[in-house]
């Protein structure tokens, strides 16, 4: 029972709510969006408050304030957004990894480019094997060094 006309019921992995004896929302057992949107659309809407929610179901109190701020600024389409990760490389930019790139290709090793660069040698590895540098085989090396 979340208040006096308000309650809820787990039933084969469903949790139905209900106003009155009416059903009004139902959602699966561990689809947590879906009750972050439903439990926060009847907090705005004022058929209960927040403490009601809490002591129902032992929500911390932080996420039931997070999910009515969110519900409050996105409505609910804002609980099934997909979160853009947008992360910047922070030590290998464009410009690095072109200088490093050039060096490379001027026949310095791993180590030399590294440190004349002031990168981390295990960054710098890091990069050549996810293939955004490309290291030449020690052979190819070789005969660029001695055609100089």
Same mark, same amino acid.
């Given at each position: 029972m979340i208040t006096s006309v308000l309650c809820f019921e787990k039933r084969d992995g469903q949790v139905y709510y209900f106003h009155g004896n009416l059903p009004v929302f139902s959602h699966g057992e561990d689809d947590i969006k879906s009750f972050k949107m439903f439990t926060s659309q009847l907090i705005v809407n004022g058929s209960c408050k927040q403490v009601d929610i809490i002591r129902a179901f032992g929500v911390p109190p932080i996420s039931m304030k997070r999910a009515v701020k969110l519900y409050r600024e996105k409505g609910p389409p804002g609980f099934f957004e997909k979160k853009k990760? @947008?992360?910047?490389?922070?030590?290998? @930019?464009?410009?690095?990894?072109?200088k490093a790139q050039?060096?490379?290709?001027?026949?310095?090793?791993?180590?030399e480019v590294a440190k004349e660069l002031n990168i981390k040698p295990d960054t710098f590895y890091k990069a050549i094997r996810s293939g955004k540098l490309i290291e030449r085989p020690l052979d190819e090396k070789k005969t660029k060094?001695?055609?100089?």
């Open positions: 990760a @947008t992360k910047k490389p922070r030590v290998l @930019t464009l410009q690095v990894l072109d050039s060096l490379l290709d001027e026949g310095k090793n791993r180590f060094a001695k055609e100089v």
